[in-house]
């Protein structure tokens, strides 16, 4: 039992920090940092230049572009790619609809769709909430009624994350009613959202900005290669999915690297004051924060090591979901604290790029703060709100 | 990065565990709990015999080279089994000062005895006036001949009742709350001037109130160098904070695992208690609670082991954490086992006191976030 990284995974380390420091296009990291949204450009651009050093894929099997590398590694990498405040590949192709492609998909399915998701050249979004199914997915009613060698897809999917961006979504539909389970009705399905019948409408979220949107399918034809595996196993197929969207939206390493960008910032004075940081209280939480976050970060690299030794991400990633969501927003509210009255001004035409960083009200991005606070809460909501999660480790851990 | 365990500490791991579920009955340690004795000495003699209080001193003081890895096994099973056996006052608290600053000689002497089980020692740590802070003492020692003269009062020295031997932090120089001028002197329990008022804890260890008056002992009773006992006083209570962590590591797990074990078997309404969704969710907190403690149990264990210069902070770390959320842990045990949960009768009683007091030893939650916060 040991915490030191080998020779070899310090080399790594160096080599990661290195690709960050040297490849991550400086007008990029310029904007990122200065919390100015990027563009669909900017992120496909960033992504290339993730694909072309070979790291844009990182859990794919070797076979279809993966890394091979070792939980350690990844790691590091999460680490190195939160350090460089460099945005991750968005999630929706590489994490989220490729491993069910990969997995339960066709050869064809495999050789159509992997390639231009691992390059970024097509973008894809998600089609699992509805109005009427937030926590209780399996309500859903976007229907596939099969003719002849189509589906005709109709209904409504919401919360579709930069749908506006989006080239292909992936959907659960019901393509059948007559089951004695509903979660058997259930398939899942690969749809170009140009096809005629799509639309897209902006949600606008409580922050002020277009992240969401909702989707609609009128009479949407849509082949029935285009399904994923077998009729009516959809549900399975998503479950699973969700679980590695779980692993992934704990979000370690951004934490880590958003408490050191906090500690700095309450650690300096602000216009002659007495920096916040003296301020026990608020030393107090800090350090609370800074504690159950390298716990959740051990708790992690636990979850690695058992996947390494060849066990799936199971129930128990939703454990990294909940304390990983709680630990952002508590951090965002700390944010908040910090920025004091600066968390006020609401003026969004400061974070565009042409906008002065030093002409800004406000220290940096100090008015953001409450702009992400308000935004952030979603993430306890999203991906299976906190509390199903606990239901889920109710039922699948402690067998209640 | 290696969360895996060697196959000696493995068997190490299991031959506690085996001793607990076969020999270390509920019933049992409450035989010994409710008895005038502080701990069973055939217990005792057991764990010597199984090398188990050998195991965590060196080879060359007849020892078995345990590191913090061993100490964390072993402290969980003693926490699963609630045992009130005096291995953190003996093993790692007298033990520790004794190994680190005793001499060959003085160690042929006492320390020889606590490896094989045979003496018993206690570590007096805790002033009335200090509170948390060990380096904050008031007993003082002063030369007078050839011979030391030390006054004072100390506090929750636990197995102090039983010790034959006292370990003693006392003042020589500097103001109370220096950390120069703090000598170690070990002095024997039967010395006059000692006198010694035993109790037990809430927690049923053994304990006691001990003032010295003009109590005078030879030079060869100072431990190390004269005023430089603090850091050997401060490696010693690390390594006993870690070892209570790693026994409240087992007990929260205990703890949760028999609540959600009453949860499934208590019926009322018609249904078992655990299909209420009120109490799933605080069981989930719980488990949640229980897995982030033994991360950062095994991380302070990982950086202890590998002497790096954070292991002292990641321990406070670890108690912190410990004190927030096993105390969560285990009143959500004692709630949701309802009524049941406060009686004498039942082991979830006597693990939530123990909880209690493993809070309060060596600094509660507060005291040890004031120091990750650089605030004490």
Redesign the interface.
Known sequence: ?????TDD?RAFEQEVRAFFRDQYPADIRAKHNAGVPLTRDDYIRWQKVLFKQGWAAINWPVEHGGTGWTP?QK?IFANEIANANAPDMVPFGVKMVAPIIYTFGTEEQKQRFLPDIIESNVWWCQGYSEPGSGSDLASLKTRADRAGDHYVINGTKTWTTLGHFADWIFCLVRTSSDVARRQEGISFILIDMNTPGVSVRPIITIEGEREVNEVHFENVEVPVENLVGEEGKGWTYGKILLQHERTNIAGVARSKYRLNKLREKVSQSVHGGTPLIED?NF??K???V???L??????E??TL?AVAVGKAPGP?SS?LK??GTELQQELDTLFVEAAGYYALPYIPEQYVADFAVDERIGFGNETRSSLIYFNNRKASIYGGSN?IQ??I??KH???? | MDFSITEEQSMLADSIARFIDNDYSFDKRMQTAESENAFSAEVWKNCAELGWTAMLFEDADGGFDGGAVEMMLMMEQFGRGLVVEPFLANIVLAGGVLKRAASAEQKARWLSGIVEGSRHAALAFAEPQARYNFANIATTARREGDNWVLDGHKTLVLNGGEADLLVVPARTAGDTTSTDGISLFAIDAATSGVERKAFKTVDAHGAAEISLRNVSVSNDALLGDEGAGYSVLAETIADATLAVCAEAVGIMRTMHDKTVEYAKQRVQFGVPIGSFQALQHRMVDSLMACEQARSMLLRAVMLRDADSADAATAISELKFLIGTSGRKVAQESVQIHGGMGVTWELDIAHYFKRMTAIDILFGDSDFQLDRVAGLN
């Open positions: 039992m040991h915490v030191n990284l995974e350690v790691y026990r030393a107090r800090l350090a609370s800074a504690v159950e390298t716990a959740l970060e051990f708790t690299l636990r090591a128990e454990i909940i304390k509390e606990k239901n480790i109710s851990v402690l067998g209640l």
